[in-house]
């Protein structure tokens, strides 16, 4: 398949391909990044973290293969459905066949709306979501998850560690180097380089947990949780009224991190394949996971992140990196080493991937040449920015809007209903 445009800032752009052994460290690369995060859910809510590496490789090539290789994403173990399916999980009558038929029902959700927009199109996308509206909501995107990586830089099961921020702020630091002083194939790697790094600083202050790694076995099947084929089947409406809500907010997250890719790639996915396509392929991919008894998935700000520091955008690393998932899935030493991985490793990291996000936002904001003497554009920035940085939370009933998605709605709102001038300047 061959692209009409080319990026020429890219250093490979989205329809290049590596040589084997470049392609093997870039998508070592993203399957790093994103692994502490995807399986921090499963963790999290109790279900087996190798089916979420497996459900996110498999909802990856799905997602990549219904958009027509055209968009460099990689779907990971979303975190807004935490609640829920640690809910879900905590009950013995419900587990893993209820957060399962819970993720089938967002992706129908998914594709409901895709269906939806193929018909009317998607040109109400630049009303609905212009650059005062996006650049704001993109630097939400980064900046919401800052407090994440500033607590896994500090705490220690709760305590705070100068060891931590000691490995946190040296792996920092290394990746910085690495990105800014290495040439060749060396220099299209730093994040994986700032990872090894930090996991060999983190042996040295002894907080890798090497038992874990002892005692895996090599080969390990993962707890796979097929929904509707138990010999008595139960459908859990509890489920899919609890997490069914949950479909909206992570779509505007869907609609954000395009914004992104858009900016970084030089094209406009709303438009090829289309906002249907690609809502289309996160719906599929959803139900793929669901199908396996995974966490739903979505696309990965972390993974957006290296895409925009290496410029590297080929989507045949990005599918490289979700069949290294899928086969990690099964190798239990080398899934205990990657679990493994400490989160001041991860934290480091992040210092620089979730800034890189939010600079994104504000990089549309200056390429738009938004004017913030206007009291319209600086009112719609600032509620975005303080509601979801700040992480206001919206309850009622079961269903709950928080952070970016709630200061989306807001900039929304605002967009449509404050004229283009104040009063006093007018």
């Not at 996006?134 to 705490?155: D, K, R, Y």
């Amino acid at each position: 398949m061959e692209q009409e445009f080319r990026n020429n800032d890219a250093v490979l752009d989205i329809m290049d391909k590596p040589n084997f052994l470049q392609g093997l460290g870039l998508s070592f690369q993203h399957l790093f990044t994103m692994f502490g995060a995807t399986v921090l859910v499963p963790i999290i809510v109790g279900i087996d973290p190798s089916v979420a590496l497996m459900s996110s490789g498999i909802g990856t090539l799905v997602y990549l293969f219904t958009t027509g290789a055209k968009i460099p994403a990689y779907l990971g173990s979303s975190f807004a459905f935490i609640p829920a399916m640690k809910l879900l999980m905590s009950n013995p009558e419900a587990g893993y066949g209820a957060v399962a038929q819970g993720a089938f029902t967002t992706g129908l959700i998914y594709i409901l709306v895709s269906l939806v927009i193929k018909k009317i199109g998607s040109d109400w996308i630049g009303r609905v979501l212009p650059p005062i509206v996006v650049g704001p909501v993109v630097m939400v995107i980064g900046l919401g998850l800052a407090s994440n990586a500033a607590q896994n830089a500090m705490m220690d099961n709760g305590n705070y560690s100068i060891k931590y921020i000691a490995v946190a702020l040296l792996t920092l630091v290394l990746t910085i180097i690495f990105n800014m002083f290495l040439k060749g194939f060396l220099g299209l790697i730093p994040i994986l380089l700032g990872i090894v790094s930090g996991y060999i600083i983190s042996l040295g202050f002894g907080i890798v947990d090497i038992q874990a790694i002892e005692a895996a076995q090599w080969f390990s099947l993962p707890d796979i949780h097929i929904p509707f084929l138990q010999y008595r089947p139960v459908f859990h409406w509890n489920a899919v009224l609890m997490m069914a809500p949950i479909a909206f907010v992570t779509m505007t997250e869907h609609v954000g991190h395009i914004s992104v890719l858009n900016k970084l790639t030089k094209r406009n996915f709303f438009e090829n394949p289309g906002l249907d396509r690609t809502l289309l392929g996160d719906g599929l991919a959803q139900i793929t996971a669901g199908l396996v008894g995974g966490p739903p998935v979505t696309s990965y700000g972390e993974n957006i992140g290296v895409l925009a520091i290496t410029r590297i955008h080929s989507v045949f690393v990005l599918g490289g990196a979700a069949a290294l998932a899928i086969i990690l899935s099964f190798v239990g030493k080398v899934s205990a080493v990657i679990l493994s991985i400490p989160g001041p490793v991860i934290a480091g990291i992040s210092f620089i991937l979730f800034g890189v996000i939010a600079s994104s936002g504000m990089k549309i904001i200056i390429d738009n040449k938004i004017d913030f003497d206007q009291k319209r554009n600086l009112i719609i920035a600032s509620v975005i920015l303080v509601i979801g940085i700040g992480g206001l939370v919206l309850k009622a009933g079961t269903f709950e809007l928080e952070g970016m998605a709630l200061a989306t709605l807001f900039g929304i709102i605002l967009n449509f209903v404050l004229p283009q001038k104040a009063a006093s300047e007018a």
